[in-house]
């Protein structure tokens, strides 16, 4: 996978990840300290481009001036999620996607969920944005840091998640004000896609519709700001 960004690369450096080789733009050597001299340390190799080579390898032209290749992302398994809970003393909380297609999307959401505590993200393994290296940047770092589980059929998932005594809420106009609803216990927040919300199977298995409060003339939100809303929401009751 090519990841790139100065917060994603020195996250992924952090967090042992198997890093195969880093590309920095020519300019920088010699300036980037901890990339630099962990890469170093890690014994992994360090090229110096300038911003033509460094573009063919990395098409996005926000990448900052650094890109890597590193392993594929490893998703995990559901089990892993609870167990991550558990081992913290915590009640499970979990966000779910159902459809998020925008990669800046789903990067934003993985920061929010990584500084709100979320014990671990859900999305499907088909109609969704996988992780990639726009993902990662825009995340800024927080997705070496989350556990990310892809399943194949979102509504068995949910119906598996409720048997083992979660309470699963979409996060959807129509619903019941979020803010007066209890959302202390084992929760998972359902977050719809960008154009169409949350589907129509999906939120009849959801325990109930969830709202936030709206009161200007534009009547929907972005589906991270949305997300991060409705998590620390949850955070502050959570806590108290």
Not at 94 to 122: F, K, M, T, Y
Not at 147 to 152: A, E, I, S
Not at 156 to 162: E, Q, V, Y
Not at 202 to 221: A, H, R, Y
């Amino acid at each position: 996978m090519i990841i790139y960004g100065k917060n994603a690369i020195l996250e992924s450096l952090r967090s042992n990840k198997a890093i195969y080789k880093i590309y920095i733009l020519d300019k920088f050597k010699g300036t980037t300290g901890e990339i630099e001299s962990t890469a170093k340390k890690k014994n992994i190799k360090i090229e110096y481009l300038d911003r033509d080579k460094l573009f063919r390898i990395c098409k996005d032209e926000h990448n900052q001036g650094f890109v890597a290749e590193m392993e594929d992302f490893s998703y995990c398994e559901l089990d892993d999620i609870f167990k991550l809970a558990e081992s913290k003393g915590e009640l499970p909380f979990v966000v779910i996607l159902d459809g998020v297609e925008d990669p800046h999307n789903l990067g934003s959401i993985l920061r929010v969920c990584e500084c709100a505590g979320v014990h671990g993200l859900i999305i499907p393994k088909h109609s969704a944005c996988p992780i990639n290296g726009t993902v990662a940047k825009t995340s800024a770092g927080a997705l070496e840091h989350m556990l990310v589980c892809k399943v194949t059929n979102l509504t068995n998932t949910i119906k598996k998640l409720k048997d083992d005594g979660m309470w699963i809420y979409a996060v959807e106009l129509g619903g019941k004000d979020i803010y007066k609803q209890n959302l202390k216990g084992s929760l998972g927040l359902v977050i719809g896609s960008e154009g169409k919300g949350v589907s129509r199977l999906v939120k009849e298995n959801c325990d109930d519709v969830l709202t936030m409060p709206m009161f200007g003339k534009v009547n929907s939100l972005n589906a991270s700001v949305a997300c991060g809303i409705a998590v620390f929401e949850a955070v502050r009751q959570r806590r108290d």
